[in-house]
């Protein structure tokens, strides 16, 4: 018999030839990657902020742009209508200079002379001027006398039967009206006739 098939294994040599190739795998294993970077993560990160960045940006710029055209329109509204309360009050002024000039009858002024001619002159001068001073504030007379009714800027007192015009046709005006900018300061009060053909609609729209 072969002496080498009876010799007996060495454990020694055994467990040596199993370290050495223990230690010939783990010089060639991957080192762990957990801990490296993604490779484009900083530079989506920087992405993901300039993105955000301008989000704000652009919201900042809306905003400011609204505040603008707000402040804008509240001048504007200052500005027109900033005098409403001390016109409003001027209104009475203007109605007494109106019913001045009204009280004289024509014949009267037709012969006034002298001082009484002078008198009258100066009332009629007086309202007229007033009237241009508040229109200069931008507040106006209304005239609707013949106009369609307005429930924006008439405020009507009674009916007036009348078949000669469309019905909703101002005929009669009771008190003077007057608007502020395109807003109504005071309604003129007036009389609308009945009983005529229906007022054509003045927006098209009807």
């Given at each position: 018999m072969n002496d080498r098939e009876n010799t007996p294994a060495q454990p020694g040599a055994e467990q040596g030839a199993g370290a050495a190739q223990d230690t010939s795998f783990g010089a060639t294993a991957p080192q762990s990657t957990i801990n490296e970077p993604e490779p484009f993560t900083e530079l989506?990160?920087?992405?993901?902020?300039?993105?955000?960045?301008?989000?704000?940006?652009?919201?900042?710029?809306?905003?400011?742009e609204n505040l603008r055209r707000r402040t804008e329109r509240e001048i504007a509204d200052a500005k027109a209508y900033g005098v409403t309360?001390?016109?409003?009050?001027?209104?009475?002024?203007?109605?007494?200079?109106?019913?001045?000039?009204?009280?004289?009858?024509?014949?009267?002024?037709a012969k006034a002379e002298g001082p009484m001619k002078s008198l009258i002159e100066g009332i009629d001068l007086t309202e007229r001027d007033f009237q241009s001073r508040l229109a200069r504030h931008g507040v106006k007379k209304l005239e609707p006398?013949?106009?369609?009714?307005?429930?924006?800027?008439?405020?009507?007192?009674?009916?007036?039967p009348d078949p000669s015009v469309p019905t909703g046709t101002v005929v009669q005006v009771v008190e003077?009206?007057?608007s502020i900018g395109d807003r109504c300061l005071r309604p003129a009060k007036v009389g609308v006739a009945r009983g005529g053909p229906k007022a054509a609609p003045t927006d098209g729209n009807g």
């Open positions: 989506e990160n920087l992405h993901a902020e300039n993105a955000s960045l301008k989000d704000k940006v652009l919201r900042t710029l809306a905003e400011m309360s001390f016109a409003r009050d001027m209104l009475t002024f203007a109605d007494n200079l109106r019913r001045a000039v009204e009280s004289v009858p024509a014949e009267v002024k006398q013949g106009q369609k009714f307005d429930p924006n800027m008439h405020e009507a007192l009674f009916e007036v003077a009206g007057y």
